[in-house]
């Protein structure tokens, strides 16, 4: 990675001071009102502009303000006052419900398959282009389905399926492995995700940036980034496209989009192991430090799941030729991979930037209205409101199961089943009030359209100019292409 000369720990940073009559352009939105929506009139403000380097903040009180410019107030309803909102009926799961939906997108893949494999043939459709461009329909909606059966296995992991955890966890386990996921290793560490959401140093994905680290992955120092160019879109479209391919690998394999602070591990599993290839840190090993030692069993039984999977694919390549299952789960498995996307981070010098993997789990935490926590200001009321609805009509409702519209209801609890999730996301908003946040505008395609949004919008995190106290804690995402508040200027004074 790139290096500057200048040696940090001599160097200090404070805002710039302003100039008279310069107000406008430098410190304003720079973005029109319909670029701009304030559909949440709150606003968050993530602070981590400390490492290497002080921070000389200047004692003013200041308000606290999202990427849009609004005003954000720190959350004051309390669980109790969301779980008393809730009718009772709502937390009532059926196992045999939850089976017919098992069922229902089991039985779409297969009729899937049928149909493709036995009609698209050169025989019916003799035009190579033609059946080309079937078969990649079908690779789509196999997609789809698949996601819809992750959905269900996430369900599971929740134990929002039924009220069985032996049900629960077969089928989970049973869904995940199918779909190459080690359902118990995920289940544990999306359980401390869900503990930690909106935490700067525990959260287990979703974690951005802050200030100092995006500069640092650029060979720059902070203060620099309010001076840097625009990101160009080619650089911004390259970097998706490409990274929504083996997102969620990489998730699984090096827990690329959690936190980094394995140090802290209370069995001391963390010692010198760090996010990255070859870092010790992953899904499948049992003294990964995302685990503790009572956990190794289920991690050792997730990877069981993963081999028999395995086995079934080997045996299927060799019996029907590789070329064909490519066809038939991996390209499909990579829409699971795109939908399930994970925000991933560049440690390459010659990308420059910070890689997004943006799909619906990224979608859900990264938002330019969305706030994110130190430490001393993080509560689980705070960080479980820091996530956002979205719409995504039929394909998200039906296929989906409602993951992508009934995500907040679903930080705060996380035990109701999908199809009691509208009702009680309804219940819940007059106690949320300000705080409840959804974007649904121009529905599918705004969905579709909030992935470049987010790319371009969310890339660092740091706090309110002038922020004092508290407020230093709450951390907004700030970015370099003149979208919205622009980032703090920062002036290095030299020691």
């Not at 069985?164 to 359902?183: Q, R």
């Not at 622009?486 to 002036?491: A, C, D, E, F």
Request: some cysteine; hydrophobic content about 35%.
């Amino acid at each position: 990675m790139a290096t500057s000369n200048v040696t940090r720990k001599n160097v200090l940073l404070q805002p710039a001071k302003p100039t008279s009559g310069s107000g406008s352009s430098s410190n304003s939105l720079s973005a029109s009102p319909d670029e701009t929506p304030r559909q949440s009139p709150s606003s968050t403000s993530l602070s981590s502009l400390s490492s290497d380097n002080q921070f000389c903040l200047e004692h003013t009180s200041a308000k606290l303000r999202d990427t849009y410019g609004n005003e954000f107030h720190l959350p004051d309803f309390t669980i109790k006052q969301i779980r008393d909102a809730i009718p009772a009926h709502c937390f009532e799961r059926s196992g045999v419900r939850g089976l017919g939906y098992v069922a229902r997108d089991i039985v779409s893949l297969a009729v899937t398959f049928y149909l493709f494999n036995t009609y698209l043939t050169p025989e019916n459709v003799p035009s190579t282009a033609a059946r080309a461009a079937l078969w990649g329909v079908y690779t789509f909606v196999q997609g789809l389905f698949g996601t819809g059966l992750w959905v269900l296995a996430h369900e599971c992991g929740h134990q929002s399926f039924s009220a069985s955890k032996i049900l629960n966890d077969t089928v989970g386990w049973i869904c995940h492995s199918a779909l190459l996921v080690p359902y118990f290793s995920w289940k544990i560490s999306h359980g401390k995700h869900h503990k930690a959401t909106g935490h700067i140093e525990r959260d287990m994905v979703f974690v951005p940036k802050t200030r100092e680290v995006y500069a640092s992955r650029l060979g720059c120092f902070a203060h620099e980034l309010s001076e840097l160019m625009e990101e160009t879109p080619i650089v911004t479209a390259v970097t998706l496209i490409g990274q929504q391919l083996v997102g969620w690998f990489l998730y699984l394999s090096t827990n690329r989009t959690g936190h980094n602070c394995h140090e802290r591990q209370a069995e001391g599993r963390g010692k010198g192991k760090k996010n990255g290839l070859a870092g010790g840190v992953n899904h499948f090993n049992p003294s990964s430090p995302l685990y503790e030692a009572k956990d190794g069993k289920l991690v050792l039984l997730s990877d069981l799941g993963l081999a028999i999977a395995s086995g079934v694919l080997l045996f299927l390549g060799k019996n029907f030729g590789w070329s064909n299952l490519a066809v038939w789960y991996f390209l499909p498995y990579m829409w699971v991979n795109h939908w399930l996307g994970k925000l991933l981070e560049s440690s390459q010098p010659l990308c420059l930037l910070s890689i997004f993997e943006v799909a619906i789990t990224y979608l859900q935490h990264t938002d330019p209205s969305l706030p994110h926590y130190e430490p001393h200001a993080w509560t689980y009321t705070r960080g479980a409101a820091a996530t956002i609805d979205r719409e995504f009509g039929f394909i998200g409702r039906q296929i989906l199961h409602g993951i992508i519209e009934t995500h907040v209801l679903h930080h705060y609890v996380s035990t109701i089943p999908f199809y009691n999730a509208d009702e009680a996301t309804e219940a819940i908003k007059p106690v949320m009030g300000k705080h409840y946040r959804s974007d649904v505008k121009d529905g599918s395609i705004g969905f579709l359209k909030s992935i470049w949004k987010s790319a371009r919008w969310c890339q660092w995190v740091e706090p309110s100019e002038g922020a004092q106290g508290e407020g230093k804690g709450v951390l907004f995402f700030r970015n370099r292409n003149g979208n919205g508040v622009p980032p703090m200027k920062l002036v290095p004074v030299r020691l």
